[in-house]
């Protein structure tokens, strides 16, 4: 059986109901078709975000808080882009080029020696 997904719009009338309108979640879970626990749990939720917190690991439902993830994540997408400029800049222009260190002496076996290829 798939799981019921529900929108951040249909969740927040259904918590509107509850919170501002003071309808109980048994009639409310009645009549949308949804199951108390989810009810519940979206309640605690916005109860949370209206005074500015997130439950960890929870998409937001109110816009604000909506936005604050957004913001959230795209600030900790700016600080590891920082930290992949933080690189030291010739591990990215250097490579080695190996030249055999006795070119006169053609032995089976050779000594090579890095060098930097410019």
């Known amino acids: 059986m798939m799981r019921k997904s529900y929108s951040s ?4 009338n259904a918590v509107s109901m509850v919170l501002d309108q003071n309808l109980s979640v048994p009639e409310i879970c009645t009549s ?3 199951g108390p626990t989810a009810l519940r749990r979206w309640v605690e939720q916005v109860r949370k975000e209206r005074t500015g917190s997130t439950m960890a690991g929870t998409k937001a439902i109110t816009a604000d808080q909506k936005k604050i993830q957004e913001l959230q994540a795209l ?11 933080k690189r030291p ?6 490579t080695p080029k190996i030249i055999p260190s006795d070119q006169r002496a053609r032995r089976t076996v050779r000594h090579y020696r890095l060098l930097p290829r410019f």
């Open 75 to 85: 600030l900790r997408q700016k600080d590891r882009d920082i930290e992949i400029l």
């Open 9 to 12: 719009e249909f969740k927040l």
């Open 89 to 94: 800049v010739f591990s990215c222009f250097w």
């Open 32 to 34: 949308l078709d949804i």
